[in-house]
């Protein structure tokens, strides 16, 4: 699985944007660039994912490098809640099918402090 | 809609001990995966079930098990525990497609003694 790089830990105030950088040099064409995010004493969440272009949902935005190569995940208004561990995850969403959907390839993700 | 549910929430063995675990996954959901996280090697895929078959497996000893059921209910079960068995085990389910996102639940945190 290709792999992804993030840092360890980020800092934010309350309701300020936030943005969570991950690095992924070796992502493939049909590599898909998935995040999750634990809250403590709670199973991973799905956040967003995306391929190419920018990506919008109501708990994010994914903005992805016109290389591939990077994306950041973009909190735009921190809340105390949005503390947690985020996860940058590739996934193939082509050949997935032929081996398991259900298989993530986890790192150590980035550690978000909100500060009140 | 409700969510993943796992039971029990916590559990305390003894090692040589076996256990099993429950996952019921989102109504509709027929794959249905889990994972081990421990603080020191992370969140590790264990295996993933679709159709009651067992689709992929995580590089984890025999001891690990699992199956599924015909309404997409889940079990996995741990043989001959050993002390660093001890860890939160998650299950997660979704749609056998590509991109479909997973949905976990809040685990069962097992400790072994």
């Known amino acids: 699985d290709a792999k992804t790089t993030q840092p360890n830990s980020m800092e934010s105030n309350e309701e300020e944007p936030v943005h969570l950088p991950c690095n992924h040099s070796t992502i493939s064409g049909t590599d898909y660039i998935h995040w999750y995010r634990q809250l403590p004493s709670q199973g991973p969440e799905y956040v967003i994912h995306g391929l190419t272009s920018n990506v919008n949902n109501r708990m994010a935005s994914l903005a992805i490098a016109e290389d591939r190569k990077s994306s950041t995940l973009i909190l735009h208004r921190a809340t105390l809640r949005d503390a947690a561990v985020y996860y940058c995850i590739l996934r193939d969403g082509v050949n997935a099918g032929g081996t398991s959907y259900g298989k993530l390839t986890f790192g150590q993700g980035t550690i978000l402090t909100v500060h009140p | 809609k409700a969510g993943v549910t796992q039971t029990p929430r916590y559990l305390i063995k003894t090692r040589g001990q076996q256990v099993t675990l429950s996952c019921s996954p989102i109504s509709g959901h027929r794959s249905v995966s889990w994972y081990q996280q421990t603080p020191g090697q992370g969140l590790q895929f264990l295996f993933e079930?679709?159709?009651?078959?067992?689709?992929n497996k995580g590089n984890f000893p025999g001891r690990f098990s699992g199956r599924q059921f015909s309404n997409s209910r889940s079990e996995m079960n741990v043989s001959t525990l050993e002390l660093g068995d001890s860890a939160l085990y998650l299950c997660?389910?979704?749609?056998?497609?590509?991109?479909?996102?997973?949905?976990f639940g809040n685990g069962t945190r097992l400790t072994v003694t």
């Open positions: 079930y679709f159709s009651e078959t067992q689709r």
């Open positions: 997660a389910s979704s749609f056998f497609q590509g991109n479909s996102p997973l949905h």
